[in-house]
């Protein structure tokens, strides 16, 4: 079963036997035991998650039945998860948060496109806390990744913006993956683009 994680879930039972002798129903949902009917919140808990409910009868026999329940989600619905987590102040960085829905913005770009684009430029707007190393890769799927430069990949950061130029290669998804952070703090940017110059 696949929910998104911006619909409230919730389950529900019904014995299909009316004369079942179904004293009680449990329900674990990820190890937390929850009545029929509860709200579940999943926002910002994609992934795989099991649903065990057990029937318990007059005598104390049991029966259970496990459901496994892949909660999705997509680019817009993280930057409005990290929106109303800035707004609560959940974020002791605001910069971070920036950096993380200027990255989400470029990959919602490409997934509204739904096509692949030529692209040989990016160019990154580095907060105090930068990285050291890194790489930029690219994809036309979420599951195959290729380095946009040879030396393994490995870019070195430098402060401010920077401009990593490359041979011109089409791609649907751009990945940063931070190696080593400048500083004690993570990785933050202030923007995040993707451009073709030709």
């Known amino acids: 079963m696949t929910v998104p994680e911006s619909e409230p879930f919730s389950f529900t039972w019904e014995a299909l036997d009316p004369d079942s002798g179904i004293a009680d129903v449990k329900a674990v949902f990820d190890r937390g035991t929850y009545q029929q009917g509860t709200t579940i ?11 065990e409910i057990t029937a318990i009868d007059m005598v104390g026999n049991t029966t259970k039945k496990s459901f496994m329940i892949e909660v ?6 993280m930057i409005k998860l990290v929106t109303r987590l800035e707004e609560a102040g959940e974020f002791s960085n605001h910069g971070n948060a920036r950096a993380l829905q200027a990255h989400l913005e470029t990959v919602k770009k490409f997934q509204e496109k739904g096509e692949t684009k030529g692209i040989d430029t990016v160019v990154i707007d580095w907060e105090a806390a930068r990285a050291k190393t890194f790489k930029i890769l690219v994809g036309s799927d979420k599951e195959q990744w290729t380095n946009v430069i040879d030396n393994d990949g490995i870019i070195e950061g430098i402060d401010g913006k920077q401009t990593i130029r490359f041979n011109p290669t089409t791609a649907r998804y751009v990945k940063f993956q931070g190696i080593q952070r400048a500083t004690v703090y993570g990785y933050s940017f ?3 683009e993707v451009h073709k110059r030709f």
């Open 72 to 77: 999705t989600t997509s680019a817009n619905e």
């Open 41 to 51: 919140d999943l926002t910002g808990k994609p992934g795989k998650h099991q649903l």
């Open 190 to 192: 202030y923007e995040f």
